[in-house]
């Protein structure tokens, strides 16, 4: 069964860059599914980041996209998703999460999220 | 862009109840991009519902979608307690990507 995991730094400074990583594990890949970010303010509701394409092809929320970049890493046998998003404010402290996407678009696996707090 | 107003805010329920959750859209959407999320307390969210009323794989059949055009309706029957959580949807536009409604905290009366 297919894994997602985003372990993520914890703490990033005002104005720094956020530089996350997640691993899918379990099963082979496939060219079914697409893969994406979604962020979650503490007591807040979810917001979508972006979303990446085995081609490459990427897609970004205009509010962010100005400050944000996602790329899948596939040169290994277990491939990774990336983050990185830049002018850390406060705005941006968050449970960030990776997850697949499907033919529906609709977020199918997620992984546990992992907390970011900006601050100096 | 598209907006998702989810009504009630919050949802008031004994166990063995129903529940009827709404989710209006801005304008009219394609049912085949219409999904429904359950998130318990700390936990990430959960795929219930997409393309409007199909099951996700493991979800049980008191869970049940329905609507089309700008009204989505997700409905709970048989309260569990572990029923008992945030509901969001959300819907995929090409114009404007995934956006997600404000969310319905199902809680025990």
Do not use: H
Request: charge should be neutral.
């Amino acid at each position: 069964q297919m894994r997602l995991e985003e372990p993520g730094p914890g703490l990033v400074k005002p104005s720094g860059t956020l530089s996350l990583s997640c691993s899918v594990s379990g099963e082979s890949t496939s060219t079914s599914y697409y893969w994406s970010w979604i962020r979650q303010p503490p007591g807040k509701g979810l917001e979508w980041i972006a979303s990446v394409y085995y081609s490459g092809s990427t897609y970004y929320n205009s509010s962010l996209e100005s400050r944000v970049s996602i790329s899948l890493d596939t040169s290994k046998t277990q491939f990774s998703l990336r983050l990185q998003l830049t002018s850390m404010t406060a705005t941006d402290t968050a449970v960030y999460y990776c997850a697949r996407t499907n033919g529906y678009d609709a977020f199918d696996l997620w992984g546990p999220g992992t907390m970011v707090t900006v601050s100096s | 862009e598209i907006v998702l107003t989810q009504s009630p805010d919050t949802l008031s329920l004994s166990p063995g109840g129903s529940a009827t959750l709404s989710c209006r859209a801005s304008q009219g959407v394609s049912s085949s991009y219409l999904t429904w999320y359950q998130q318990r307390l700390g936990q990430a969210p959960r795929l219930l519902i997409y393309g409007a009323y199909r099951r996700a794989a493991g979800v049980p059949d008191r869970f049940s979608g329905s609507g089309s055009g700008t009204d989505f309706t997700l409905t709970i029957s048989r309260l569990e307690p572990e029923d008992f959580a945030m509901y969001y949807c959300q819907v995929y536009v090409i114009s404007a990507g995934f956006t997600f409604g404000p969310g319905t905290k199902v809680d025990i009366k």
